[in-house]
């Protein structure tokens, strides 16, 4: 079975940053990328950015660079997005989805993790 | 980027209805439109692909076309667990770019 199990939800002060994870089974890992998308509260859905695992490549929509970063772990199975110098903006849910594979990197977001809120506040 | 035109923002309808949401592309992005249902707290579902194609476990009554730049989500008869809602997604091309969303309730 497949799961995307992200990391817990995270409360942080404006001006600091935040890494959230994605920790992936029932597949091999390094056979899918994987996409970040965000969901603001009460608002539809943006995508973040998608990595490959298995070469290490980013793609990242212009809006989220500089804000966002994706790595993946390929020992653990695990992908991460930092995010930097939050403001309020930034307080949102972020999923992970699982991407397509090597010959079709756009497709899938058939598997999505449950979501991380993150809420900036001081 | 592309703009996903997505169209009504709210649609109320009755149990056993057919209902139709719809997404325009800005520029074209051939058969790249996936469709999503969403229910509150939960993450989104996968319920089309390639414009045209059920994904899995998705129930029959679920279709979708494509006419030009127009893309349809039809849902026939439907049921109480549909309400929700839908977001159409173009993959075509960088950044991906997804629709305002459209709210399935009841009338």
């Known amino acids: 079975e497949v799961k995307l199990q992200q990391s817990g939800d995270e409360l942080v002060r404006p001006g600091a940053s935040v890494k959230m994870s994605c920790k992936a089974s029932?597949?091999?890992?390094?056979?899918?990328?994987m996409h970040w998308v965000k969901q603001s509260p009460g608002q539809g859905l943006e995508w973040i950015g998608t990595?490959?695992?298995?070469?290490?490549?980013?793609s990242y929509n212009q809006k989220f660079k500089g804000k966002a970063t994706l790595t993946a772990d390929k020992s653990s199975n695990t992908a991460y997005m930092e995010l930097s110098r939050l403001t309020s903006e930034d307080s949102a849910v972020y999923y992970c989805?699982?991407?397509?594979?090597?010959?079709?990197?756009?497709?899938?977001?058939?598997?999505w993790g449950q979501g991380v809120m993150v809420t900036v506040s001081s | 980027d592309i703009q996903m035109t997505q169209s009504p923002s709210s649609l109320p309808a009755s149990l056993g209805d057919r209902v139709t949401i719809t997404c325009r592309a800005s520029q074209d992005i051939g058969n790249y439109l996936r469709w999503f249902q969403q229910k509150p707290g939960k993450s989104p579902r996968l319920m089309i692909y390639?414009?045209?194609n059920l994904a899995n476990g998705v129930p029959s009554r679920f279709s979708g076309s494509r006419s030009g730049s127009d893309y349809s989500l039809t849902i026939n008869s439907l049921e109480s667990e549909d309400m929700a809602i839908y977001y159409c997604l173009q993959h075509n091309e960088y950044p991906f770019t997804f629709g305002s969303g459209t709210k399935l309730e009841i009338k």
């Open positions: 390639g414009a045209t």
């Open positions: 990595i490959i695992p298995l070469i290490d490549t980013t």
């Open positions: 029932g597949y091999t890992f390094t056979d899918y990328a």
């Open positions: 989805a699982r991407g397509g594979t090597i010959a079709a990197i756009s497709t899938a977001f058939d598997y």
